[in-house]
């Protein structure tokens, strides 16, 4: 069975630039998650998808982080402009069930990001 | 205060050593989920565990659901163990609260 894929592993920007990172979970997860992780730090959650709904955008920075997920499949993660503290790795997961304490977590191996 | 508090935040032993690290959570919840995160390296899904005892090869978790704790145990410890382990619990239904993780060094 094929993983969580995500794309691109790595990214450099300058600052102000934008920037969009891909992720395919996978086949037949209702649950898509987006993950920041800040290097020393637990991943904190971005956005939460339901199919192509949103659970839980709560600590998306609106202002500069937009997430879609058009079809209940794939989604991208879109930073713009980018700022010096959103050098993180950008983790995707997805699980089977809805509801985070019920489903296993599958993760991609995440795309991580360094503004300049 | 964290919701989900690890320690240690750092562990390093010798290879072949036990190891155990600890979770404990503030609210009520319906499973925890233990990670393992390879450096530079994605995150891998250890247990996920709502009651008494899980085992995979070398790997132990407990969890004490009255008690709001859980432990990782790694039997016969190997370097290639290294990594941070990461706790995390449900926080309402559907939105997962991770602790800071355990930076465990198995050294040969």
């Known amino acids: 069975e094929a993983g969580v894929a995500q794309s691109p592993r790595y990214k450099i920007i300058e600052k102000r630039q934008s920037v969009a990172f891909w992720c395919n979970p996978i086949s037949g997860h209702a649950t898509l998650y987006w993950y920041q992780q800040i290097l020393g730090q637990g991943p904190k959650l971005l956005i939460q998808?339901?199919?192509?709904?949103?659970?839980?955008d709560s600590q998306l920075p609106k202002d500069r982080f937009s997430a879609e997920r058009l079809k209940g499949v794939d989604s991208t993660l879109k930073i713009q402009p980018a700022k010096l503290e959103d050098s993180a790795v950008y983790l995707c997961?997805?699980?089977?069930?809805?509801?985070?304490?019920?489903?296993?977590?599958?993760f991609g191996e995440g795309s991580r990001l360094t503004v300049l | 205060k964290n919701e989900v508090e690890q320690s240690p935040q750092n562990l390093t032993a010798q290879e072949g050593e036990f190891i155990t690290i600890n979770c404990s959570y503030s609210?009520?919840?319906?499973?925890l989920h233990w990670l393992q995160q390879h450096p530079g390296g994605g995150i891998v899904s250890l247990f996920m565990?709502?009651?008494g005892k899980k085992k995979h090869g070398r790997l132990i978790a407990t969890i004490n659901i009255q008690e709001k704790h859980s432990s990782l145990h790694i039997t016969a410890s190997h370097p290639r163990d290294s990594a941070v382990y990461i706790c995390a619990v449900p926080q309402g239904a559907q939105k997962l609260v991770f602790g800071q993780g355990t930076r465990l060094t198995i050294n040969p």
């Open positions: 609210v009520g919840i319906s499973a």
């Open positions: 998808f339901q199919n192509n709904g949103v659970v839980d």
């Open positions: 565990l709502s009651s």
């Open positions: 997961a997805s699980s089977l069930v809805n509801g985070a304490g019920t489903g296993e977590l599958f």
